[in-house]
Every structure is written in C-alpha cells, then in structure tokens.
C-alpha cells in the first residue's frame, strides 16, 4: 500500500519560512515525479512545484524566487522550502507522487501565515 505523509506545516508571520517534507511507504520518491499542491479555502488546487526522477525542477508562477523544491535521495524524502511568505500562501499543502500510470496523494499539511 503506498502512502505519502506531509509534515511540516504551521503558523508562520509574513516574511517567514518554513520547510515541508513528504516522505513515503510502498514507493520510492527517487523513482517518480513528485510534487507539491495546495488549496486554499473555496479555491481550486494550485501547482507548486514538482521534481523529476533526474532532478529537473519546475514551479508555479506564484512561487518562483520564493520557493525551493528538493530531495534527499538517501532519506528518499522530498522537502519543498519556503521563505519570504505571503498571507496569500495560506492553504492545505499537499505531496503528489506519479509512478508509472499511477497518482498517490499525501493527506496534506496545513499551512497558514498570518500575523
């Protein structure tokens, strides 16, 4: 059974950082193309950033400059940095594996920024 477990989230100030991880049981995130997602409230899911298997990276508009995606092959964890944080950042965060023809989602980190 594969699992993705999100960690990391919290309240952060305006300004602030902040690093989630993703790690997961059942698959290797080495292996897949692994992202990072977030919904916030009566809004759509956005894309933040996805690594491949070779280590290419790719993020959304919303993020670039701000935001770094990342993996440690020998934890066979994926971190997505986050640093220079908006108010409009908050959101459900959430980890997204694609192996082969298959999709795994994480269950999600809240994240909030707020003063």
């Known amino acids: 059974q594969v699992q993705l477990v999100e960690s990391g989230g919290g309240l952060v100030q305006p300004g602030g950082s902040l690093r989630l991880s993703c790690a997961a049981s059942g698959i290797i995130l080495s292996t897949c193309i692994t992202g990072w997602y977030r919904q916030a409230p009566g809004k759509q899911r956005e894309f933040v950033a996805t690594i491949t298997s070779r280590g290419y990276v790719n993020y959304g508009n919303s993020v670039k400059g701000r935001f770094t995606i990342s993996r440690d092959n020998a934890k066979d964890t994926v971190y997505l940095q986050m640093s220079s944080l908006k108010p409009e950042d908050t959101a459900v965060y959430y980890c997204?594996?694609?192996?082969?023809?298959?999709?795994?989602w994480g269950q999600g980190t809240q994240v909030t920024v707020s003063s």
């Open positions: 997204s594996a694609d192996y082969g023809a298959k999709n795994y």
